[in-house]
């Protein structure tokens, strides 16, 4: 199954939202990702080499939590490599996130796209890491199913009926598609960004999506090496569920 690329790196000039022109006060502005909502995702680089990240959203721009998210990166970065000294704002226009840069470059820059089986093995490894490191009973979030299905239609529990019972309970990323995985420049894993869904789930909500993303950003073929890297055979149960459930939520 392919589908279009619901996001993207930019390919032509984005305008700079005045209240990231005025966070990066002189700094160089790079705009880095464009968002499926229209969000925006810029590089801040001052003359040092200090480097922030800026997300910007529209004003009233739908299931998109800011606030939520620093929280979650405040309380994931005590354990695991994501975005430090988050930052939020907001005005008439839009909100943002500002976050120091974390070392690497996202699975899905052209030198990974080059190489899907290091990303994708890096990806895998990476949900591993996160899954064993972060406390699960000390976690105030919740991603699970109930949660993620609340305002949904009958129609849609119809569709996915009862929930494969719990593999495993983590805290899971909550977004663990290829682009939110940061490598380090051999290959390894480096971090993890786009925090705003973390929460406490089964593991197979998050690798469902994981293997998932790999097709979408790699093409047919990678989803294996995301199972092998993390560690664990693939489930199709419980793969079809959290996939099904991916859309519909
Ligand atoms: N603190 C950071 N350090 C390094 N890269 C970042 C950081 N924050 C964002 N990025 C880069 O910007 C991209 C978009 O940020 P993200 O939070 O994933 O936005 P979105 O919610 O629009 O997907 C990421 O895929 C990553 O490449
Ligand atoms: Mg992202």
Redesign the pocket.
């Known amino acids: 199954m392919s589908r279009p690329p619901l ?1 993207s790196i930019p390919a032509g000039p984005v305008a700079v939202p005045g209240a990231v022109a005025e966070l990066a006060a002189g700094d160089t502005v790079t705009p ?4 499926q909502l229209g ?3 810029f ?1 801040l680089e001052d003359a040092n080499g200090g ?3 800026v ?1 910007w959203v529209a004003a009233g721009t739908p299931e ?1 939590n800011l606030p939520g ?1 620093a929280e979650r990166l405040k309380w994931a970065g005590r354990w695991a490599a994501v ?1 430090r000294a988050p930052a939020w704002g907001s005005n008439a226009d839009g909100a943002w ?1 500002v ?4 070392p ?3 699975a ?2 052209p030198r990974w796209t080059a190489d899907p089986a290091t990303a994708a093995a890096a990806i895998g490894r990476g949900l591993r890491l996160l899954h064993d490191t972060l406390p699960v009973q000390e976690c105030p979030y919740d991603w699970g199913v109930e949660r993620r299905l609340r305002g949904r239609d009958e129609a849609a529990r119809q569709r996915l009926g009862e929930p494969p019972a719990v593999d495993r309970l983590v805290v899971c990323h909550g ?1 663990a598609c290829a ?2 995985t ?1 490598l380090h420049d051999d290959g390894t894993f480096a ?1 993890h ?2 925090l ?1 869904s973390l929460g406490v789930a089964d593991r197979w909500a998050d690798l469902a999506v994981a293997a998932w993303s790999t097709e979408w950003n790699y093409g047919p073929g990678y989803d294996g090496v995301v199972y092998d890297a993390y560690g664990v055979a693939p489930d199709p149960e419980r793969i079809a569920y959290y996939r099904l459930l991916w859309d519909l939520a």
Not at 32 to 35: H, K, L, P, T, Y
């Open positions: 996001a880095v990702w464009r968002n969000g925006l995702t590089r480097t922030r990240y997300k998109i998210e975005p996130l976050t120091a840069a974390l690497g470059r996202s899905v820059d977004d682009p939110n940061l971090g960004v786009d705003g």
